[in-house]
Structures are given as structure tokens and as C-alpha cells.
């Protein structure tokens, strides 16, 4: 099983969450292009930190909206989509290679991938833009969504993630935040969900069910000293429980 | 011989000179990375145009400085710097793999290759971001200056250019534009000293002295109508005096 | 009666329109804040011909969107959008205070023109922060719309416009821009339904009939040549049909 | 004695220094404009809390750079600097009004405050500005700086400002940041230092000599809890010394 976890989310002086702790906790770090986040040189410090410890590099791209934190909607043209999600690959791309690796995966960010679960023409778009830069780039993304579909149509590897600290619906999505429960704060509560999922292959969904959730990795966050201390505690019991933790690319 | 210009320098709706006319002259284009113009989309249609003209893609970097359009001096430290180019670099790369091609060589744009062209730290920098990326990608400079020198020391291909409509000083530099007769603007006389820097590798200064000028491009200018037709005289005056006209790369 | 165009719409290097023509022309000019164009020099200098034209100055205020050019929307916080609206109004008073002058007008552009004339709460958001800053400040919008009703509602002096070069529907609203006919070209047509609009407070629909259009200020456009043109030939039309021309504010 | 500090100082998503606590402490309230740091909702939000616990508004200009918090040099023409200090004065000063307040004074930020106290040109550039839009708005700078001298040749308020966390040199300037103990961090020792300022106009400089001080503010800082915890010392010792505090302006 794969950990992964938004990372490098700083911007000049800013700093967001806490990059050093989650370097050594999770597997493969989304790391942002400078569109919602993440400017060159803290996009160099957090490539050459995960490189260092083993960690897989993936693009967290975004719209372009660095005052929203990329969580709202831009209403841009296909063409300019596309145009912007090569444009954040290739600048983390080449400082990858500047250090030795190169990107591993893409993991669009905030609104574009909530947009792009839900809006097959939106995936579409995204999915081709990556197929015409590297066909062999896995794209992640919620299960069983838009973007798989998008996947298996142009012909992308597509990883599958699920996320311990969220409440899920019995029909496997996730609950909306703004309903009361929809994101879980006890470390010891999100651990043993996260060890459900990458040992069976399921959570339990708010009604008490069960529900299959088929992912490949696990995403954890790392804003908030509650945070890391529940990333961490994922780690501990995932490891404690035999599964066996490594990039998935 | 090689002709280069500055191309793709719009952002949003703006546009800066006549793209179309110069991407059927030039057989190089320093395409703008989105730093001092040029975004991602104009970006994408820049490079799918050069590539079907069979024009060379180079990466036109630049100090982030877009309301300066790149003119001017920002004090950044070398490793902002660094990430900077590598950054920009790397995303028009994306775009130009994702339409079958390469980015061909570097060419720093405004105040950046100004103060290269004398800043041997500064020239160390860049170009030491340029070999830890690919140490066959050639970048572009004046001739016989601290970028020339430093390529030199931490091994990366150097090309060095020439400008028809800029006058000369006897010892080879370029005569500063606050000097009157800097530029020249009649496309006869420029396409002339295109002509002998292309036949002869030499140039007649501001003194009337002949001096020796080793370059492999020559430098053309879009912005205007007269840029334009002075452009078009330097290929038509090339060309009818048997010069071949190829990308260098 | 009054004209008005968009006015100081380039950014950095770049130019859109023909300022210097239109400031000549025009009666009110809608300057651009900074937020889909308009850098505070630019401002500045636009600001500086006006006062000493009489041209009153108006505040062109925008969604925060440099790269789409104010035409796209932004899905943002109404909270935001006041705010964005006050800082613009703000930084344009104090530049045309400090020439001798003030902000006459608020005039938003592009996606927040449009969606405030149909959206009832977005009106409130905007008028009511500008009664927040100055409830004697006309705001300008299509007549009977959101935006009229909502400086009813709370207080704020609207000042409404039409649009000689484009085509109304019967119900007196604009024709899309998607359709076949929706701009006009011909400056001598233009500048007739201009001079009916001024003398007569009426045009003619897409079917003929005629519509009343209850307006104190036509709006003219700048961009290329031919607009200008058409820009003139409404201004000659309006002057020798004895229209007296000045600013409304 | 006034108690100035730096406020809304994020962007975005990105939260520095801890505004609520010092909002508390502080009389004056230096507010970024937008151009090193705030965007105008948090600008908006800062401006209401200041103005319901009385703390006096303070338009906090800066060289336009995100991306460096406003501390590098950028460089900008005379009349560029000029219309960016009035812009951003501006679009305070309307959020302001919109509260019911008004910008109570000026001071600029960064590389700017540091380089307008040597650059006597670049001081007149900035004092002029502010003069053109209302001469009576206080300038806070060094004591006994360029800009000082400036304000007095071209007629505008100055207010000058001390730092009891900075050593001070003989001659009464302040020991540069690189050199050891150029900051002091005990806030026991940083509370006498602003007692000994405001009570006696003086301060113990590096080699133990008194230095006479003429200041009307003294400056505390943000960024940290120790930085809050100096704060709160500063204020409760000034209180207990019988110094009254309250803006200057």
C-alpha cells in the first residue's frame, strides 16, 4: 500500500502544514506546481528532500488560482486546461530530473479534482493532456469516478485513493464536509480504518455498512499538529498490521 | 546559419508582435515561459505552429517579473534563480513533448541575460541549472562574455549571436540603445550586415574598423511592421547570397 | 448624453485599445483597476489625460483575473467580492485625487457586468459595498436589470447605458454575442441608432419593432481601428443632431 | 507612546504572525496592501478588528512582490514607485471608509522602508506621493534618515519609530541583522529597552553608550509566539511605567 499527502503547499514566505514531518511518513508526496501553491524554489527543497528519503514525486497540479488556494472554480476553455496541467507537470518534471528522479504520478488538486470526478468532458481533457505527454504516467484519483472512465478510454494507468480521516456514503463516495461527521480527528479511529482499507479492501460507510473501496493508496493530511499525528499513527498501525508500505509507481 | 527571435510574448489577451508573420522567417524561436509573457496556452500554440514550420523551440527564461515584461533587475538569490530556469524550462518542454518535440536550446530574455552577460556568478548559476536538467542543451548568449566563459567551465554547449539591426563598438560589443544610431532601422543596410556576419563572420563598427564576430544565429526583431520587413530582407538577403538558413541545433 | 469606453486596458508592456484617440472622444472613461487589466501607472497616466480632457473617471472594476481578462468567472466568496470591489475603487481615487480629481462612477467589466445584471444577490454584494464607501457613488449597468433594482433597494444612484453597435432583442436586451448580427460594423449605422438612442430613447429590435431605452450613457468601444472610427462617427452624429455631449456624473 | 506593529500579513490561505493577539497589544496597525502580503478580504477583515478595538489604520506599502514578502529590491521607475505607494494607499483607504474609518498614516515595508531611508530620491519619490494625495498624512520611517528630511523639504508629517528588540549601534543606528545579537529575544530585557525609550528618549547602544532616540513609536513584532509573548511585555511594562499609550495619530 501506497501513502500519499499534499506537500511543498507553501508560497514565497508562507508556509502551509508541515512538509518535514510528512516526508518521513508517507510514500509518495503531491507536490504543487505554483499554481494553487508552491513556488520554483520550494518546489527544488521538497523534490530534493523526497528524493533523499525514497519518496515518490507526484504533480499536484491545479487551476490557476493562488489567492483561493485552487479550491474554486475558474472557468477556463478545454484548450487552456490542458495547457496548464502540461505546463505544471513539465516545470516539477524538470526539477526532478534536476535531482536524479522524475514524476512519478499526477494528482490534480481542490476543485479541479473535484470537478474532474464528476465532469467526463473536464477528465477528458486532463487525461489527454497527460496521454500526449507520457502515456505511462499513472493519474490519481477517486475511485470508480469520471476519471477512471477517462482512464480506460484514452488509455492512462489510473491509482485509486481513499482517504481514512473521511466519513464515506453507503454508495462509496465521499460525505460532503459540510455534513456533521464528514471528517473524522481521532488518530486511533482513522488508523484502524486506513488498516481496513488496505487489508480488506473496505470501510465502514455512515448507515454502518460495508462498503469495497478498490484504491492503491491511502491520503493523509498534514495540516495541523492533529494532522501529522494521524498520519503518523496510520504508518504505525499499517506497518504493526503487516501491510507493507512503498510508492505505488 | 540559424535565425532566432523572441516569439509566444502575449499573456491573456495581450499580444506583443506579429507571431504568424516571423514563425514563417525564423528558423529558431525563443518561445516566453510565462515569466515575463507567455502563458501556458500561448505557449501551446507558439510551439504546435514551430513545430509545423519546422522551427527549433528554444526556452526564452526570464526573471518572474511580468508587469516589468523581464527588464528589469530583481535581487533574487542564485537558488531562486536556479529553480526559476529549471522550472521554466521544464514546462515548455512538456508542451513541446506533448506535440512530438523538444525544447532545443535556452536563451535567458531581458535584464537576466543582461546582467549573464557580465556576472560570472550569476552566468555559473543558470548555467549550472542547465546541466543538472540535460548537458547537451545548448544555450544561446553574446559572444565572448561570461556565459561563453562559464559553458566553457561546467561543460554545457554554448551558441553565440549576432544582431543586424544593432551597431557595433570596435572591441565587439553591442553599442548601448542610449547612444544614438544603437539601433538601425533600415532593412537594406541590416539585411547587409546580416549578409557579412553570415559570409564573412565579421562586422563594421561604430569607428568604421572591422571586427571579428563569431556567431552561429543571428538575432531578429517582431515588434513593429518595419521589424517585420526588416526580418523578412535579412532572410531574402541570406538566402539570395547563398547562405543556407537551418536551425543550430 | 454621455459616452463611455473601457479605457486603460493594457498591463506592463502590453496595450489594448487606442487610449490616447478615444480620450478624445469620449465623455467617461471607464478605467481599469488593476484586477483584469491595468497596472497602477497605467492608471495613473490615464488618469492624468482625463482630468486634463474633462473626462470623468470612472472605476472599471473587475473579477481578480489578469489572464482571462476579467471575462471569465471566478467562483468566489461574496464577502471576497466586496472587498475586491472597495480595493479597486480605493486605488484608483487616490490616484485620480492625487491629479485633482476623484472617481465619478463605479462600472464593473466583463463576467461581473454580466452576471450581476442577472443575479440578484451579486447586485446586492456590489452595491452595497460601494454604499459602504460612498452611497452618492452612480453605479452604471444595462437599464431594468439586478443591478438597477438593487440601487433601488439599497440606496445607490444607477445611471444606466446602451450600446449603439449592438443588435436589441424586442424585449429590449441585448442580442448574444453567439449570434449572426449581434455586432454592427457600419459606422454610419452605428452612429445613427446612436443619435435614436439619445434623441429619441429608442431602438430598433432584431424584428423591427421599436423598444424604449431608458439610458443617460452610450457606451463606444476602442479596440482597432475600426472601433475608433465608429467611435468618431457616433460623436459627429450625436453633436451635429445637436446633442449636447457631457459627462452624466 | 504608540505601539505600531506589522498586521494581515497573509495571503490567501496562508496565515503569518498571529493578528488576533496583537490587535490586543498594538495602537497602531500596519496593514499590508496587497502587494508584499493581504489581499483585500484579509485586508478588509484586519481593517474592521483595528477599527473595533480603536487601533489606528496604517497603509503598510510595498514593492509589488509576493513572491519575497516584499523584502528584495525590484527596479522600478520613479513614476511607477509613485503610482504603486498611491494605489495601495487607495484601496486601504476605501476599505477604511467602508468601516468608517480612515488610513491614520503611511509606512512602507521591506526593501522599500530600508532603501528610502538612504536614497534621498527615492524617499522624495514616495514623500511627493503621498503629499499629492493628502499632505497632512503622517510618514512613519527611521529617526534622522532620509526620509526625514524629506518630509521636511516637501512638507508632509513624519513619525518616527524605535525597535526594543533591535541592538542600536553609537551613532543611533540599528546593529545590522547579520551581525550576532542584532536582535534581542528576552522579553523581559526587550520591555526595559521600551520603558527606557519611552520614558527617557534614550537608548543603550553595543558599547554601552546612551543614545538620545527622538521617536513617537516604537515597533514591536509578530511572528512567533516568543514575538506576541515580547509584545505583551513591552505593553504591560510601558502601563506599569505610567506611560500612557495610544495611536499618534
Redesign the interface.
Known amino acids: 500500500m501506497d501513502l500519499n499527502s499534499d506537500l511543498g503547499e507553501?508560497?514565497?514566505?508562507?508556509?502551509?502544514g508541515d512538509d518535514e514531518s510528512l516526508l518521513a511518513i508517507v510514500t509518495s508526496a503531491n507536490i504543487a506546481c505554483?499554481f494553487h501553491?508552491g513556488?520554483?524554489?520550494i518546489?527544488?527543497r521538497t523534490v530534493r528532500v523526497a528524493i533523499e528519503r525514497g519518496v515518490a514525486i507526484g504533480a499536484h497540479v491545479s487551476y490557476?488560482?493562488?489567492?483561493?488556494?485552487g479550491?474554486?472554480?475558474?472557468?477556463?476553455p478545454n484548450?487552456?486546461i490542458?495547457?496548464?496541467v502540461?505546463?505544471?507537470?513539465?516545470?516539477?518534471?524538470?526539477?526532478a530530473?534536476?535531482?536524479g528522479a522524475h514524476v512519478a504520478y499526477v494528482k490534480p488538486h481542490g476543485?479541479l479534482y473535484n470537478e474532474m470526478a464528476v465532469d467526463a468532458a473536464l477528465a477528458d481533457t486532463v487525461v489527454g493532456?497527460i496521454v500526449?505527454?507520457?502515456d505511462s504516467l499513472p493519474l490519481l484519483s477517486l475511485p470508480a469516478c469520471e476519471v477512471t472512465r477517462s482512464t480506460e478510454r484514452l488509455g492512462l494507468p489510473n491509482v485509486s485513493e481513499a482517504f481514512p480521516d473521511r466519513a464515506y456514503e453507503p454508495d462509496g463516495r465521499l460525505t460532503p464536509r459540510s455534513r456533521p461527521g464528514a471528517v473524522l480527528h481521532d488518530p486511533d479511529e482513522v488508523a484502524r480504518r486506513a488498516v481496513q482499507m488496505a487489508t480488506d479492501g473496505t470501510v465502514v460507510a455512515t448507515d454502518g455498512s460495508i462498503v469495497r473501496l478498490d484504491v492503491q493508496t491511502l491520503c493523509v493530511h498534514g495540516d495541523g499538529p492533529a494532522a501529522v499525528q494521524s498520519a503518523r499513527a496510520v504508518r504505525a498501525a499499517l506497518t504493526a498490521a503487516g501491510v507493507k508500505l512503498a510508492p505505488f509507481s
Open positions: 507553501g508560497f514565497g514566505a508562507w508556509r502551509m505554483g501553491a513556488d520554483p524554489a518546489m527544488h490557476p488560482d493562488l489567492r483561493g488556494f479550491r474554486r472554480h475558474v472557468d477556463l484548450e487552456e490542458a495547457a496548464d502540461l505546463y505544471q507537470i513539465g516545470a516539477l518534471e524538470a526539477l530530473v534536476s535531482g476543485a493532456a500526449s505527454y507520457r
